[in-house]
């Protein structure tokens, strides 16, 4: 238990601390405030609302739902408006900005005074970021996230951005779609606010923030436009206060435990494999080693279970009106470890005992005996292509290319991949491994760019799938056999950089394995004629390449994890 200071601590440093209470007391007068509310707990609420994040629409409404809770509570809240990272509308990538957003939130919540804090997210990096920020600040703080859109419709058919969303483009690169119908899908794929409706990465982040215990239960899954929405900000807000009382740290509920959790929770989910990144770097913040051996560990004995788009043909609501992760938990709770203690003070054990299994009348989450799929939804991969690893998702892979052999088709960057797919001199066959380089961390800001598109004189063909190789990321809402995350990325001299055309790539996901079939002398011939690309010449994207971490570490700034991570 602690004593909150409320808007006196933390003070502005003018030499005399008197002073300093006096003129700030001054100033919040002029904003309405009397003593009564300065004697209050100060509670901060990180607000990510932007016109040019439109998921986050109706964000403004969720955050006066948690300032009304935090008045019931009888705290003071104070909301902080911070940088928005939506993926959609910023360049070159969302990724680059997520340890922008991670400083600027931790910074935020150090300068100002924050009892507890609330962290208000959605669009998918916005969430990792914050919570980056949060362990490394180590104040109470509390999730609540936009929660996801509600699908929509075309010709009878329910749509869901953004799975289905690269379902129907793909369609129209075939030549499927006229120009008029992919407008009339452009309008239908988003129906409401909120993120992403199926499990992309913004709802995997929320579902497995919610089994790290970072939320209140029921958190992750409500939608956006719904009613239990604001209720759950009132209450988070509510929460805000007693934690705030009771000292409740990020610190205290992210454990080693509980990081095994959220990678239980990642595997039942069938989640985005942006997720291993996000949980490596948040976990990193804690001190914690999350490594791909973790993730493979998981995915040995946990099935998929969970009914959503892209490993699946639900969405996100359905999995809210099926009970929501307080019934995916109850399901999984022989696998976890039921001592974790998240913000609601209790431990997990002592929450299942009053949740129900998930009901016979549903569908969306399936029992261990009657899984979706079997075990290793996603998989960690080691070879000669990628020393230090890389992921890939075999839940929505086509079975049939988890073990392949091809030569390589090599693209130098997502620009190059843009100017030349569909070139009808392309030489490309199905069996050809697509490969992209100089998209990871350094190189790029590790874009989504890993789900290269099937080269358009295939696609006409009905060539649906081939394997793709890089070091970049892919939406979680995407599909296919793609293999992604390689480290060391070819920037800093990663094999991927010594890759050619024609030269034989080994695919085998049972085997855990991704290879390049080149003897070692003429790999470090190749690798004598490596010349690493420039780094860029300013501001924050040069800080980033300086100091950015590979994907098998989170991404991460190495100047802002725990030594011994960074190291």
Same mark, same amino acid.
């Given at each position: 238990m602690s004593s909150p200071q409320g808007v006196t601590g933390k003070l502005t440093t003018y030499g005399d601390v008197g002073f300093s209470q006096y003129v700030r007391r001054a100033f919040l007068s002029s904003?309405? @405030?009397?003593q009564q509310d300065m004697d209050r707990p100060a509670i901060g609420i990180i607000d990510t609302s932007s016109d040019y994040t439109p998921c986050h629409r109706d964000m403004p409404q969720l955050v006066d739902a948690v300032r009304r809770g935090?008045?019931?509570?009888?705290?003071?809240?104070?909301?902080? +408006?911070t940088l928005s990272v939506g993926e959609t509308i910023i360049a070159p990538t969302g990724m680059l900005y997520r340890n922008l957003l991670a400083m600027e939130t931790e910074e935020a919540i150090r300068a100002y005074p924050m009892d507890a804090v609330v962290l208000v997210g959605g669009c998918d990096k916005t969430v990792p970021a914050q919570w980056m920020a949060a362990v490394s600040a180590n104040v109470p703080a509390i999730g609540v996230v936009a929660g996801p859109m509600r699908a929509g419709s075309w010709h009878g058919e329910p749509l869901g951005a953004c799975t289905d969303c690269?379902?129907?483009? =793909?369609?129209?690169?075939?030549?499927?779609? *006229?120009?008029?119908?992919?407008?009339? &899908?452009?309008?239908?794929?988003?129906?409401?606010?909120?993120?992403?409706? &199926?499990?992309?990465?913004?709802?995997?982040?929320?579902?497995?923030?919610?089994?790290l215990g970072l939320m209140l239960p029921g958190s992750a899954a409500a939608p956006a436009d719904s009613g239990d929405r604001l209720r759950n900000g009132v209450a988070s807000g509510r929460r805000a206060v007693e934690l705030a009382h009771e000292a409740i740290r990020p610190g205290d509920v992210i454990s080693s435990a509980a990081i095994r959790n959220?990678?239980?929770?990642?595997?039942?989910?069938?989640? %985005?494999?942006?997720? $291993?990144?996000?949980?490596?770097a948040i976990?990193?913040?804690?001190?914690?080693?999350?490594?791909?051996?973790?993730?493979? =560990? =998981?995915?040995?004995?946990?099935?998929?279970l969970v009914d959503c788009k892209p490993a699946g043909g639900g969405y996100l609501p359905d999995l809210h009106a099926?009970?929501?992760?307080? =019934?995916?938990?109850? $399901?999984?709770?022989?696998?976890?470890?039921?001592?974790?203690?998240? $913000?609601?003070?209790?431990?997990?054990?002592?929450?299942? *005992?009053?949740?129900?299994?998930?009901?016979?009348?549903?569908?969306?989450?399936? %029992?261990?005996?009657?899984?979706?799929? +079997?075990?290793?939804?996603?998989?960690?991969?080691?070879?000669?292509?990628?020393?230090?690893?890389? &992921?890939?998702? +075999?839940?929505?892979?086509?079975?049939?290319?988890?073990?392949?052999?091809?030569?390589?088709?090599? @693209?130098?960057?997502?620009?190059?991949?843009?100017?030349?797919?569909?070139?009808?001199?392309?030489?490309?066959?199905?069996?050809?491994?697509?490969?992209?380089?100089?998209?990871?961390?350094?190189? /790029?800001?590790?874009?989504?760019?890993?789900?290269?598109?099937?080269?358009?004189?295939?696609?006409?063909r009905g060539v649906e799938d081939m394997v793709r190789v890089s070091? /970049?990321?892919? %939406?979680?809402?995407?599909?296919?056999?793609? $293999?992604?995350?390689?480290?060391?990325? %070819?920037?800093?001299?990663?094999?991927?950089?010594?890759?050619?055309?024609?030269?034989?790539?080994?695919?085998?996901?049972?085997?855990?394995?991704?290879?390049l079939m080149v003897d070692a002398r003429e790999m470090e011939r190749r690798r004598q004629n490596f010349v690493p690309p420039p780094l860029p010449e300013r501001g924050w994207r040069q800080l980033y390449a300086q100091h950015v971490t590979q994907a098998d570490q989170g991404a991460d700034l190495d100047f802002l994890m725990p030594s011994s991570e960074a190291d």
């Open positions: 904003a309405g @405030f009397d935090v008045l019931q509570a009888g705290g003071l809240p104070l909301v902080c +408006p690269r379902g129907y483009w =793909a369609r129209y690169r075939a030549g499927e779609l *006229q120009e008029h119908e992919l407008r009339e &899908v452009e309008q239908s794929l988003c129906s409401t606010a909120g993120t992403c409706m &199926v499990m992309g990465t913004a709802s995997t982040m929320a579902c497995t923030l919610e089994a959220a990678l239980t929770v990642l595997m039942a989910l069938g989640g %985005s494999t942006n997720a $291993v990144i996000h949980l490596t976990a990193g913040r804690a001190g914690i080693k999350l490594t791909l051996d973790d993730l493979h =560990a =998981a995915g040995q004995k946990i099935p998929l099926a009970g929501g992760m307080p =019934a995916l938990l109850k $399901v999984l709770e022989g696998h976890l470890d039921l001592t974790t203690r998240g $913000v609601t003070g209790r431990t997990l054990g002592d929450l299942l *005992q009053q949740v129900p299994l998930p009901g016979a009348w549903q569908q969306t989450i399936r %029992s261990l005996e009657n899984p979706l799929g +079997p075990p290793g939804a996603l998989a960690a991969l080691k070879g000669t292509l990628a020393p230090t690893g890389a &992921v890939i998702k +075999p839940a929505a892979a086509t079975p049939g290319l988890l073990k392949h052999r091809g030569p390589a088709l090599v @693209f130098e960057s997502p620009e190059d991949v843009a100017a030349r797919i569909d070139d009808p001199r392309l030489n490309v066959t199905a069996d050809h491994v697509l490969v992209l380089r100089n998209s990871g961390p350094v190189a /790029a800001g590790m874009p989504e760019s890993g789900s290269i598109p099937i080269p358009r004189q295939l696609a006409v070091d /970049a990321r892919m %939406s979680g809402t995407a599909y296919g056999t793609v $293999v992604l995350h390689c480290s060391p990325e %070819s920037a800093v001299g990663g094999p991927l950089a010594l890759v050619q055309d024609g030269d034989l790539i080994e695919l085998d996901v049972s085997g855990r394995r991704i290879d």
